[in-house]
């Protein structure tokens, strides 16, 4: 999860970028995205299956997918490689050795999803680019998660494979749920109501925003618990759609 939680919109994208986005709804249609799956270990610790990949698969075409409650964001993806690399440096400090690690692993071009499994930590549990950095460096381009939070992983309460699902919504172009607190233009997209700070846990009910609507703490790409996420909303699945067509299919 990404540090820079409070810059807003504009900040992230500018206001070109913005213009690109709606520019680039009319030819949105549905997405298929083929992932690299690259296992970083460090002897036995961290030494993901593809059992597991195919897990991590599974859920996000089932988030995606809205059959975890939410809208179909027509987004699909399928494994289209996975490997393993022992090498303790990289499992051990992904952050540090990023450069490192995906200068060599790295594979595709701008429309192929690298994900990274490592031992991210705790507190923060992954990290991604977004779809407008690719152009800038594309070497650096990907997602990288903590390898217990995948589907059946030891770090409850966040071992679902949502990590996955949220990360890969930034490489997708959304933004945080709470983006820029209550105000405008939030995370940018209509349907998801503002939201003062981050959730955590599963509240029954939270409305911190004087704008209409509670607080989406169920959207994936708040932070609350795996088990109190289960949806996008139509509007990210359009933002999704428009990022890629003017960023990513090219």
Same mark, same amino acid.
């Given at each position: 999860?990404?540090?820079?939680?409070? $810059?807003?919109? @504009?900040?992230?994208?500018?206001?070109?970028?913005?213009? $690109?986005?709606?520019?680039?709804?009319?030819?949105?249609?549905?997405?298929?995205?083929? =992932?690299?799956?690259? /296992? =970083?270990?460090?002897?036995?610790?961290?030494? &993901?299956?593809?059992?597991?990949?195919?897990?991590?698969?599974?859920?996000?075409?089932?988030?995606?997918?809205?059959?975890?409650?939410?809208?179909?964001?027509?987004?699909?993806?399928?494994?289209?490689?996975?490997?393993? @690399?022992?090498k303790p440096s990289w499992f051990?400090?992904?952050?540090?050795?990023?450069?490192?690690?995906?200068?060599?692993?790295?594979?595709? %071009?701008?429309?192929?999803?690298? /994900?990274?499994?490592?031992?991210?930590? @705790?507190?923060?549990?992954?990290?991604?680019?977004f779809p407008h950095q690719y152009?800038?460096?594309?070497?650096?381009?990907? =997602?990288?998660?903590?390898?217990?939070?995948?589907?059946? %992983?030891?770090?409850?309460?966040?071992?679902? %494979?949502?990590?996955? =699902?949220?990360?890969?919504?930034?490489?997708?172009? &959304?933004?945080?749920?709470?983006?820029?607190?209550? &105000?405008?233009?939030?995370?940018?997209?209509?349907?998801?109501?503002?939201?003062?700070?981050?959730?955590?846990?599963?509240?029954?009910?939270?409305?911190?925003?004087?704008?209409?609507?509670?607080?989406?703490?169920?959207?994936?790409?708040?932070?609350?618990?795996? @088990?109190?996420?289960?949806?996008?909303?139509?509007?990210?699945?359009?933002?999704?759609?428009?990022?890629?067509?003017?960023?990513?299919?090219?």
């Amino acid at each position: 999860m990404l540090a820079d939680l409070r $810059r807003t919109l @504009t900040d992230r994208f500018g206001t070109s970028d913005e213009h $690109r986005l709606d520019a680039s709804l009319r030819r949105a249609g549905r997405v298929n995205v083929p =992932v690299r799956f690259h /296992v =970083v270990h460090s002897g036995g610790r961290g030494r &993901l299956s593809k059992a597991a990949a195919r897990r991590q698969i599974a859920t996000l075409n089932a988030a995606y997918g809205g059959r975890k409650g939410g809208a179909d964001t027509r987004v699909r993806f399928r494994l289209a490689g996975y490997d393993r @690399t022992d090498k303790p440096s990289w499992f051990h400090h992904p952050r540090r050795y990023e450069g490192a690690m995906k200068r060599r692993l790295r594979k595709g %071009g701008r429309g192929t999803l690298n /994900v990274f499994t490592a031992a991210v930590g @705790t507190e923060v549990l992954g990290f991604a680019t977004f779809p407008h950095q690719y152009k800038k460096d594309p070497r650096m381009d990907g =997602v990288t998660i903590d390898y217990r939070s995948l589907p059946q %992983g030891p770090y409850k309460p966040f071992n679902r %494979g949502y990590t996955a =699902v949220h990360e890969i919504g930034h490489w997708l172009g &959304l933004l945080h749920t709470f983006e820029g607190g209550c &105000l405008p233009p939030g995370d940018g997209v209509a349907d998801t109501p503002y939201e003062a700070e981050p959730a955590e846990g599963c509240p029954d009910y939270r409305d911190t925003c004087p704008q209409r609507g509670d607080d989406p703490v169920h959207n994936f790409m708040d932070y609350a618990h795996d @088990t109190c996420m289960r949806e996008f909303t139509a509007g990210q699945g359009r933002r999704i759609r428009a990022a890629w067509a003017a960023y990513r299919s090219r």
